[in-house]
């Protein structure tokens, strides 16, 4: 504090003239607030990036081995191209969990946080509705996440393209990309969304990352044992979100070897599960700030 | 004529079968109008109704612009300091000023320059790098100024904004306040239950009872709204009491104080005048005649207790 009187401090004030930006663009300054406090402690991101920069460096060097074995030591294709080829879906698994962390450490967090500091009072005095603030979140928590679970893998494939034998199966490979991409977006959007859905359910933040890591390590477990031990049952080991996301890519990659610890998911199940998954998240997110602006500033929390 | 701050006409808020504002109707301008009222009056309610953040019936304009349908222009031009803490944790008060800032429409290096000069401006000066999650409560509520401050608003909603702060820092906030109108050219709504403060601070005052308006207009006519001076205080040379022998053939009620002094209500016919006039028949010297002021608590029990609504009859501006 000053000093006992109070002293007036004043820099010079001069009315601002300027432009204001629309309230359209109220979300990029929240998806980049979210982005920049993110980056701001080591284990709530960087710890996370570290696990992908480890996963993209193992897989990348063992496809570069594999392919050099191939022609150096005169190693049948039949035998190298599955191991190359098997590399990015079984990478995919351990993005996954890098995934998580982030999920864990900040999307998990978000709204419940905002919640317990009264910020809903913060965002909803000024120009900002609803929309803004759930689309503002939901993009910087992507973009956070895009680095990690979409970023590695497109790596990864960028190397498979880019390690093929002869001009025309690096043509015959560039789908490659396209698939990894698809991959890519639907895992950074269910470990965006989801995390962010549950962070909306309760009102205390470690309440809401105790829930989301349940709900992630012990009901989806729980739920892809299940389906692992019922050869019918692939639907209901597709709950498990990581699984589901490898399933996609076994699918998109058209790897037909499964390891044994996996059930066996139709993609078709992957698919509805992790968009029902996304849809229901953001719908809850959506719910929770509507009716809490509808109670006025930072009311109904 | 420009049109004022802030006009109410009917506006009604209802949460269920519980109204909270009843039919309001006010025309505000002014440099601080203190918002008063006993808790579960309809302020806090009020400044949601015009900030655009409820729906209601009626009409509520600020700044010429309907709060039911231009709530996002409304909040880019008006700042509010919530009574609660509205932070977000792990920043600190420059960041927390900028991003503000930027959530009000200002390009971001705009938002970080205003940030810097209005936490300046509230008195946090080096301690603004710090994580507000350390700060006392004084420092607090200095944030929230200046979060409120930051892009600029024609109107500052302070809601509370003495809450919880030593007699020290309470000084010096209002200190702030008061400055603001002139330093920063905004008009201020002070919300509180704080008598003192708004009759420190505010040149006009809104006090609501029950949902519903009880009076408007400036603060020497809340003390007065009966419409003129009725209570005096008359030193004499002596022979107070026969002065107040002579005023009550009028009908006046009069206290005998001491012998050089007597407190005189006049009837509703009579003026100070007619006090000189009673004097100078009764051969009664008198040496100071003053009015009695109501305190800004006395009036604002009286207001809050009169079923009727009430307006000075002075005020222009109000319709109550």
Redesign the interface.
């Known amino acids: 504090m000053s000093g006992a009187k109070g002293q007036i401090h004043d820099l010079g004030y001069k009315r601002y003239v300027g432009t204001r930006r629309p309230p359209s663009t109220r979300w990029r300054v929240i998806a980049r607030h979210q982005i920049s406090f993110a980056w701001k402690t080591w284990w709530r991101f960087k710890a996370a990036l570290g696990i992908a920069i480890i996963a993209t460096c193992i897989t990348s060097g063992l496809m570069l081995f594999a392919s050099e074995r191939s022609t150096s030591v005169g190693l049948a294709q039949a035998i190298v191209k599955p191991l190359i080829d098997s590399a990015l879906p079984e990478s995919i698994i351990w993005f996954c969990r890098a995934g998580f962390l982030v999920s864990l450490t900040i999307g998990a967090g978000v709204v419940a946080s905002d919640v317990q500091s009264g910020a809903f009072t913060f965002y909803f005095a000024r120009s900002v509705k609803p929309f803004h603030y759930v689309a503002g979140k939901l993009v910087g928590l992507c973009a956070l996440l895009a680095i990690i679970v979409f970023a590695g893998p497109m790596v990864i494939s960028g190397l498979r393209v880019g390690i093929a034998d002869s001009p025309e199966q690096l043509i015959e490979m560039l789908p490659y990309l396209g698939k990894t991409a698809i991959i890519g977006a639907v895992a950074t959007l269910a470990y965006a969304a989801v995390p962010l859905g549950f962070s909306a359910l309760l009102h205390n933040r470690r309440h809401a990352l105790a829930l989301w890591a349940a709900y992630y390590l012990i009901f989806g477990e729980m739920m892809h044992a299940l389906g692992r031990a019922s050869d019918s049952s692939g639907w209901i080991a597709a709950i498990d979100i990581p699984h589901a996301v490898q399933a996609l890519a076994y699918d998109l990659y058209d790897i037909k070897f499964r390891a044994q610890r996996d059930a066996n998911i139709p993609v078709e199940a992957a698919v509805v599960a992790l968009a029902a998954h996304v849809v229901l998240a953001i719908a809850i997110v959506l719910h929770r700030v509507r009716a809490a602006q509808r109670a006025g500033i930072g009311g109904g929390a | 004529m420009a049109e004022p701050l802030i006009q109410l006409r009917q506006l009604t808020k209802s949460y269920g079968r519980i109204v909270a504002l009843r039919g309001v109707d006010a025309a505000v301008d002014g440099r601080i109008i203190g918002l008063l009222g006993p808790n579960g009056s309809g302020k ?2 009020l400044l ?1 109704c015009l ?1 655009g ?2 729906p209601y019936e009626g009409e509520a304009r600020v700044l010429g612009l309907h709060a039911a349908t231009h ?3 409304i ?2 031009r008006v700042g ?1 300091m ?1 009574e ?8 600190s008060a420059v960041e ?1 000023c900028t ?2 800032g ?6 971001r290096t ?1 938002a970080m320059q ?1 940030a ?2 209005a936490l ?4 946090l ?1 080096e301690k603004r790098y710090q994580p507000i999650d350390g700060y ?1 409560t ?2 607090k509520q ?1 944030v929230k100024l200046a ?1 409120a401050l930051v ?2 608003p024609e109107i500052l909603f302070l809601d509370e904004p003495t809450n919880g702060l030593d007699p ?2 309470r ?6 306040i008061a ?1 603001l109108p002139e ?3 905004c008009t201020i709504v002070l919300s509180t239950h704080l008598l003192p403060d708004v009759e420190r601070v505010c040149d006009r005052a809104m006090i609501m009872h029950q949902g519903r308006l009880r009076f408007a207009g400036t603060m020497d006519e809340l003390r007065s709204t009966r419409g003129r001076d009725t209570e005096l205080v008359v030193d004499v040379k002596a022979d107070a009491d026969k002065l107040a022998a002579a005023l009550g053939e009028l009908g006046a009620r009069c206290e005998v104080v001491s012998p050089l002094q007597l407190r005189v209500e006049l009837p509703a016919d009579a003026t100070s005048i007619t006090v000189f006039q009673r004097a100078r028949d009764a051969g009664v010297q008198v040496r100071g005649l003053g009015v009695r002021r109501e305190t800004i608590e006395a009036a604002f029990l009286r207001v809050i207790g009169d079923p009727a609504p009430v307006a000075p009859p002075s005020s222009p501006e109000v319709a109550a």
Do not use: V
């Open positions: 806090s309610t949601k900030l953040l409820l709530g996002a222009e909040r880019d509010y919530p609660q803490e509205a932070f977000l944790a792990g920043m927390l991003y503000a930027e959530l009000s429409g200002l390009p705009e205003r810097h000069a300046y401006y509230a008195g000066e006392s004084g420092m200095r979060q892009h600029d020290r820092s000084d010096e906030m209002l200190e702030l400055e330093r920063r050219n």
